[in-house]
């Protein structure tokens, strides 16, 4: 069976199954904090370790759990924790690359949907299709979200074909590298361990 958040609540071990589910749930958005202190430099949008995390949770917990994990992370940031690549505080959301972050949630969730209706019949391949596709999602709307705020905030017009350049195309090589290692690890660990 798929790795799951879902935890066996039989007898006395529920509790304890729920103190270790919340505990791992907080682990992973570290690591998201942890992430975004992995970066190169790129204009607009840098090259960040923070999108490697929700493909990962999503292989390792139900959706819920999965989108919780980064709900938190981007609670701490907007709350004024400088936990984004950039720092952090509410008038980050106005940034051109919080559409980036704003995805991540949607695609923690996405992914673990995915494998949890395919567990069955899960090889690396279909992990690997399964994250890439929801990394390029994540991609576009923040590509999107860069487009708009320039459009809303700067006089400089941006083309949404030079935003889906600088926003997607550019990083497709790195998240392909970040599916590989997710889906590599999920393959090795998914009948190992009990979220």
Known sequence: MIISADISRRGGN??????????VMGLFTALTALGSFIRIPFFPVPLTGQSFFPLLAGCFFSPLAAAITQIGYLLMGIAGLPVFSQGGGLPYVMHPTFGYLLAMPVVAALVALFIRHYALTLSFNRILFITFICAILLLVIGALWMYTVFALTSAITMPLTKALWLGVFLFLPAELFKAVIASFLAVKLRHRIKI
């Open 14 to 23: 529920a509790p304890r199954g729920r103190t270790r589910r919340l505990a």
